[in-house]
């Protein structure tokens, strides 16, 4: 009878010690640093309520949920990415990037995880490259990079939402930027107000599938990223969330 009692007791702590352990497993947890920008809808974004949300940032969260790790998001701008990145103070960012031999000498590169194209806003009448004008775009930027490069006096903004105001203020007479923003940019009464015509710049460069940028420091997770994001594409989740955020397929 003892004997039968101390059996109990026994398999009992041993539960505790169990339940204990898988406890404390889950609170050593990985937890990923994952850069996102704040101001760049639909992508990425704070809704009314302040909760971090866009198309990049759910796919980034339905990644980790696959892999069963924490996301820690923070704050970054779209000019500090790939410094944050290449240096190990993120390990991801939830920013679509076009893999770049320059990015790819810094970082690692996910899968692609959508098609990215530029959006050219202006004046009717206004073309790429028209002499004596001024063109927007993120500081950062590919598009921002590209004007350059054409030799364009350009306008650098922080955030692409802030693109309408140099066209607004008429310091600039075109913006160029990424499709996904374009699109709600054509959907804003305000961005609609100033009346500009818009066109898809085919120009290989501006224009490409679109990766999450990985720290070389955390090299292992990028295979890791791209079986998680393979697996969402199969069971629905990317889909779900590309309805939700995009009026149109990007994978």
Known sequence: ?????????????????????????????????????????????????????GFSVEIVRAICEEMHVRCEFQYTTLEQVIDAVASGEIDMAAVGLLDTPERRSRVLFSAPYFRSLTLWFAKPGIQPGDPGIRVAAVKGSAQERYARKQGWETVGVIAHTELGEPLSAGVAQAIMLPMSTGLVFMRSPEFRKLGTSWMAMKVPELSGDASLPISPKNAQLKDAVNAALERIKRNGTYDRINSRFLPLRVS
């Open 1 to 53: 009878m003892k004997l039968a009692k101390l059996l109990r007791q026994f398999v009992f702590a041993l539960c505790i010690a169990l339940v204990g352990g898988s406890f404390a497993e889950a609170d050593a947890a990985e937890t990923l640093r994952i850069g996102a920008l704040e101001s760049s809808p639909p992508m990425s974004y704070r809704d009314s309520e302040g909760r971090l949300t």
